[in-house]
């Protein structure tokens, strides 16, 4: 077993990439230290966001859910506050990251590792991967914001089908329904393309884009539409936006270059 359960790596070529990568044995189960080294990351990210992220997977599988001595003799406030702690230190931050986050699912991902999927922008998907929120073999619903992620990608009967039957679903089924956006052949290479082409676009309205989403998920067109001014409107002053305007009307449009800025 490595001597981490994940790897954070920002690329050193200028371009704002960061990968990271799970590689905790064989299944990559979510113990302890792993969810402990992923909260560190997360933080670290947050504190210095890349332009664009990555998160896949070493191994056959991408993971095969969460390690259950993590969930022994839980009481109900210690179960809540388990759930409150992956909240805030996981999913809440890396869905605000203000850059694209892309999940690359090469292999069966169940419970924990798909619930962070869920969380990320994109999910790609190589043509064998399996999906699943299967805690109900232990009794259990997922409890980090699976069900209505799903839900909010697939629809509220899908979701209510995928996590009440257990079952596990393949990456054709899980893009016929939308939770899914490509699947590859090579989902890895497909990622690290989808990664690097994200990180030189213009990252501020990357962001823009994601805070304007934010706002549909939470209050719907109506809140969306009263924030998008502000929001938008900010991307003005940014130097991306006014060089890529000089150079649409001096040399047409997709040639500008972006610094992030």
């Known amino acids: 077993m490595p001597d981490a359960p994940l790897s954070l790596e920002r690329s050193d070529d200028g371009s704002g990439v960061a990968v990271l990568t799970f590689d905790h044995g064989p299944l990559n189960l979510f113990d302890q230290s792993m969810f402990d080294a992923l909260i560190a990351h997360v933080a670290e990210l947050a504190a210095d966001p890349p332009r664009a992220l990555l998160l896949r997977a070493e191994g056959k599988v991408n993971s095969a859910g969460v390690d259950v001595h993590v969930f022994q003799g839980l009481s109900a406030a210690q179960g809540a506050d388990l759930w409150r702690r992956l909240f805030a230190g996981i999913i809440d931050p890396l869905e605000a990251l203000p ?28 043509p064998r991967a399996k999906f699943g929120l299967v805690e109900t073999v232990v009794g259990l619903t997922p409890s980090m914001g699976g069900p209505q992620r799903l839900a909010e990608r697939a629809g509220s009967g899908r979701a209510r089908e995928l996590v009440m039957t257990g ?95």
């Open 99 to 126: 850059c694209p986050v892309v999940f690359a699912a090469h292999g069966l991902t169940l419970t924990a590792a798909f619930e962070i999927a869920l969380a990320c922008d994109i999910i790609l998907a190589a």
């Open 167 to 261: 079952d596990t679903y393949d990456a054709a089924t899980l893009a016929d329904w939308g939770v899914v956006n490509a699947v590859h052949d090579d989902v890895d290479a497909a990622a690290r393309a989808l990664v690097a082409r994200l990180a030189a676009g213009p990252t501020k309205a990357h962001a823009a884009t994601k805070e304007i989403i934010a706002a549909w998920r939470s209050g719907g067109v109506r809140h969306a539409d009263t924030v998008t001014p502000d929001v938008s409107g900010a991307l003005f002053e940014t130097d991306d936006l006014r060089r890529a305007v000089v150079s649409f009307l001096e040399v047409g449009p997709g040639k500008a270059t972006y610094t992030g800025t």
